[in-house]
């Protein structure tokens, strides 16, 4: 099982991104997914997810401005980040939970995390 992020980038602030992340390989299911970020010298924080049937969380810095999605068929979320500010700027990381099948047909908990993309805002 791995997870695959793609977008992120440079941008001015006020402007906009998204970034998208899919999980594939023998996944049972997927309980959880969201997205995480780590500027320089600081900690990873939780930016976004999205639990069971859609309940969101969004840490308070990021309401109003971001939103985060999930396609449950395609095992995939987007978060759409608008109104950029210089303080978004870190590596965004996707993270993925639940549960996947091991090689003897078993079920197995899963925590996957993605590899990392960069969000640079410019002032």
């Known amino acids: 099982v791995q997870l695959v992020e793609s977008g992120g980038g440079l941008v001015q602030a006020g402007g906009s991104l998204r970034l998208s992340c899919a999980a594939s390989?023998?996944?049972?299911?997927?309980?959880?997914m969201g997205w995480y970020r780590q500027a320089p010298g600081k900690e990873r924080e939780l930016v976004a997810n999205?639990?069971?049937?859609?309940?969101?969380n969004y840490r308070d810095s990021v309401k109003g401005r971001f939103t985060i999605s999930r396609d449950n068929a395609k095992n995939t979320a987007t978060l759409q980040m608008n109104n950029l500010k210089p303080e978004d700027t870190a590596v965004y990381y996707c993270?993925?939970?639940?549960?996947?099948?091991?090689?003897?047909?078993?079920?197995?908990?899963?925590?996957?995390w993605g590899k990392g993309t960069l969000v640079t805002v410019s002032s």
């Open positions: 390989g023998s996944i049972f299911s997927i309980n959880s």
């Open positions: 999205i639990v069971g049937e859609g309940t969101t």
């Open positions: 993270n993925a939970a639940g549960g996947y099948y091991t090689d003897s047909g078993s079920i197995s908990g899963m925590d996957l």
